[in-house]
């Protein structure tokens, strides 16, 4: 059963326009989130990444959402480069009894960002 | 500089042949993972270790083994016993939330 979903296997955008990745979790005991960025034949990059006790972090163009009532979180790029065009991973980690899990990650979301 | 590297970027091997794939870190970090990728599916992880000298299972550690003798270094042997072993392997390391990754080994099995 999949904890990390994301549930776009593909994305594009117009360069210049914003992108938005979403993902969704179902472990409630998920306490820090994180992005990656993967280029093909390469490993991920971390992006940008959030703690549970927060809504909203921002690093230049990348925005990271977080509802944890939903169990949602999104990745806002803006404005989306063509040097963009990539996989992007979402990853969780739960926390359990004073000692951190494991990475979890999601299936991946291919962007491509179109001049 | 600081970072992670993974030798070699591609491997051949014949059927039925153990292979070891190298990881080794300048970051400082305790802990050390090794991830599995497959097209279309998200990184699944085979073994990680917290600490020198100590290492555990992930969720597709069947036909795999590792050693964590140096802080430094995490190799990975896949055995003949792995049913599917062609994929791209990820090596990690991290100091905390953030878990940072290797170019990564392509493995080709013939």
């Known amino acids: 059963d999949q904890q990390v979903k994301q549930n776009s296997p593909s994305l594009s955008v117009q360069e210049g326009r914003i992108s938005i990745l979403n993902c969704d979790y179902t472990n409630s005991m998920f306490d820090y989130f994180l992005w990656y960025k993967k280029y093909p034949a390469e490993g991920p990059t971390f992006l940008i990444s959030?703690?549970?006790?927060?809504d909203k972090n921002e690093d230049g163009r990348f925005t990271v959402f977080l509802n944890k009532s939903a169990k949602h979180l999104s990745l806002h790029i803006v404005p989306s480069q063509p040097g963009d065009s990539a996989v992007y991973f979402c990853?969780?980690?739960?926390?359990?009894?004073?000692?951190?899990?494991?990475?979890?990650f999601g299936k991946g979301t291919k962007l491509s960002v179109k001049p | 500089d600081g970072g992670i590297t993974q030798s070699p970027k591609y491997l051949f091997r014949k059927e039925g042949q153990n292979v070891t794939l190298s990881c080794e870190q300048n970051?400082?970090?305790?802990?050390m993972y090794w991830y599995r990728q497959d097209p279309g599916q998200g990184l699944r992880l085979i073994y990680y270790s917290q600490i020198v000298n100590d290492f555990q299972k992930g969720d597709i550690a069947e036909g795999y083994s590792v050693s964590r003798e140096k802080k430094e270094s995490f190799p990975l042997t896949v055995t003949s016993a792995q049913k599917n072993p062609t994929a791209f392997y990820l090596c990690a390391s991290s100091a905390g939330h953030t878990q940072y990754f290797g170019p990564g080994t392509r493995l080709t099995v013939l």
């Open positions: 990853a969780a980690r739960a926390f359990y009894g004073g000692s951190q899990g494991n990475l979890i």
């Open positions: 970051l400082n970090h305790d802990a």
């Open positions: 959030i703690s549970s006790i927060k």
